[in-house]
């Protein structure tokens, strides 16, 4: 074992693989971007194929290749199960997927592993069965698991060479350009398909609307597409904002959005065109109305907002409090409506939102953030990947991204979440290193890392009670008492990298 920068212990062999995790900035280098194969398409040349199982035989895909996805369907996903289904068909096995994130939809990979059609997975999250089978340990080799910006960082930098990418695209062209705004099945930005469509040796779109040449916009162009396959339906729309965007009307959620966006409004960082994150969960949406009405108040504007975007930030933007919405992923059909309709909607690539190897990350710029948690420690660190009970459940998302390069990173979250305390002395993952936290929010109050003596400082009158994190995990332990230690197996079932590409955290099996 090798103990890293966060006191986690990493197998030597994964340590001597990746590298262990040792601060923010400190794999931060020049680095030789990747390149891939291509094939030219002739003047006479046709890309629009059949069937998917045309596709398949068309990209030469076999055993021992890898394939991506991407997740802008989330919970209406059809693509990664109907291309899997097809490969396992055809008899091709040993392949590693490495799609942008994993959702409960995805249950059929839990069998295409058993069968070792599957043998790798690289995602920024796993949820529910598929989680869970993981973390019994159904793989022989562990998942890893990257943020958004790690992803993209991967596969730029040729960590991931993905040989074959099938891109669900709500409409597509038949010389395969695509966007996510028009169509029968709406998804708006393809922010983490567009990635793949650079780098990938081939690259499929799938879609079920067929338009007419030339189909604008171009999120993903004729230049980056092999081959088009038009299936009946890619995914339903319903399923893209399922779980995740709710406006709560419980008391402590929005306790803690009120606590939240004080903090925010009276920061350093809150003047004329500043700039924000917010997320999709309900006390984040709550955080951005208590927002409004404080810019409302000052009579203040935001240069721009960024991330998964809700109508909620759709809404800043059409009343002018929001200058610029700046869009990886859509949570919801009126973000999607707004990308298409409105010219200050921008749509961007992983890359360009959150890769620590990028020239210019739009995380950089941004003044705060809102994030959540599963667990924070008396470190600051967060676990936003495994629950309770050690099982793989979550995603690592754009949480460390955001947080390290953002100007104050807020961590949102209930004391304890019905017997469980969120606060403990240390997270069973870290998915996030403390030292990227800077304010802890909760219904009873926050908790400013030590090393923001500035924050301290500027906040030690502001109308919130204020704790050490020590005695906000104190106040937990009181109320539910102390968590019993999970009992983890021996074998190494997930492996959490940081976003520079160096191992955080290591989960072994339940």
């Given amino acids: 074992m090798v103990v890293n920068n966060v006191g986690k212990d990493i197998p030597q062999e994964y340590a001597d693989q990746f ?218 729309p319903e399923g893209i904002a399922k779980g995740a965007t709710r406006f709560t009307k419980d008391p402590k959620e929005l306790i803690i959005a009120e606590n939240a966006a004080k903090v925010i409004t009276n920061s350093p960082y809150f003047k004329q065109g500043f700039s924000f994150q917010t997320g999709t969960g309900g006390s984040a949406l709550a955080v951005s109305r208590y927002i409004r009405e404080q810019m409302i108040e000052d009579g203040i504007t935001a240069s721009f907002a960024l991330g998964g975007i809700t109508n909620a930030m759709v809404d800043l933007l059409k009343e002018g409090l929001v200058e610029k919405i700046i869009d990886v992923q859509d949570f919801d059909h009126p973000s999607a409506i707004s990308l298409d309709e409105n010219d200050n909607h921008y749509e961007i690539d992983a890359n360009m939102y959150a890769s620590p190897l990028s020239k210019g990350a739009v995380i950089n710029k941004l003044d705060t953030a809102v994030l959540s948690a599963l667990e924070v420690d008396t470190n600051f660190n967060v676990n936003v990947i495994t629950g309770s009970d050690g099982v793989l459940r979550g995603a690592s998302g754009g949480h460390s991204d955001t947080s390290a390069a953002c100007n104050m990173s807020l961590v949102i979250s209930p004391l304890v979440r019905g017997r469980i305390p969120t606060f403990v002395d240390e997270v069973n993952t870290v998915v996030t290193p403390g030292d990227s936290v800077d304010v802890i929010v909760t219904e009873v109050g926050i908790a400013i890392n030590p090393n923001r003596q500035d924050l301290i400082e500027h906040f030690k009158d502001l109308d919130v009670p204020q704790f050490t994190i020590q005695e906000l995990k104190d106040q937990a332990y009181s109320i539910v008492g102390q968590p019993d230690p999970i009992e983890y197996g021996d074998k190494t079932v997930a492996l959490i990298e940081y976003r520079d590409g160096t191992l955080i955290d290591a989960v072994k099996n339940v």
């Fill in 19 to 236: 590298g262990i995790y040792e601060g923010e900035l400190a794999h931060i280098s020049e680095y030789k971007e990747a390149s891939r194969q291509t094939k030219p398409t002739k003047p006479n040349d046709e890309k629009l194929l059949k069937s998917i199982r045309e596709a398949i035989q068309k990209t030469g895909l076999k055993d021992g290749m890898t394939i991506s996805f991407h997740h802008h369907f989330r919970e209406g996903d059809y693509v990664m199960n109907m291309v899997l289904e097809e490969i396992a068909k055809m008899g091709i096995k040993d392949i590693s997927i490495a799609p942008s994130s994993i959702a409960n939809v995805h249950e059929p990979l839990i069998d295409h592993i058993k069968n070792g059609v599957v043998t790798n997975v690289t995602s920024s999250g796993l949820r529910d069965k598929v989680g869970a089978a993981i973390s019994e340990g159904i793989m022989e080799n562990p998942v890893v698991i990257r943020s958004h910006g790690g992803r993209a960082r991967a596969i730029a930098a040729g960590d991931i060479h993905i040989d074959v990418a099938f891109l669900g695209v709500p409409s597509a062209d038949e010389y395969g350009n695509a966007n996510g705004t028009k169509g029968k099945a709406t998804c708006g930005s393809l922010g983490y398909a567009m990635i793949d469509a650079k780098y990938a040796d081939q690259v499929v779109a799938i879609t079920d609307t067929l338009a007419d040449y030339p189909n604008t916009p171009i999120s993903i162009p004729q230049t980056d597409v092999d081959y088009v396959v038009e299936v009946d339906k890619i995914g339903d």
